[in-house]
């Protein structure tokens, strides 16, 4: 495996094992955040979302959690 797709692959990594509280704190002040889901990794709500788990939170909550995961440097820069 050369270097690039050795980097590109630690990048992935680190994304999905990402937890919803570690994200900017000004991003979690929002009303709508789902703190509960705080300890989750962006691969366990995926996987929720999945598998239609809604036990630990509500469908809504766990596609708001995904979407601050996923866009949250965007989110910061529009701040």
């Not at 050795?6 to 680190?14: F, T």
């Not at 570690?22 to 999945?50: G, H, N, T, Y």
Request: glycine letters at 2%; hydrophobic letters at 45%; zero cysteines.
């Amino acid at each position: 495996m050369d270097e690039s797709a050795a980097a590109a692959l630690r990048k992935a990594i680190a994304d999905q094992s990402m937890k919803l509280g570690e994200i900017p704190a000004s991003l979690q002040r929002v009303s709508s955040f789902p703190a509960k889901l705080k300890d989750f990794s962006r691969f366990e709500i995926q996987r929720m979302l999945e598998r239609k788990d809604f036990a630990v939170a509500t469908k809504k909550e766990l596609q708001t959690a995904l979407k601050l995961l996923k866009e949250y440097k965007r989110l910061m820069q529009q701040n």
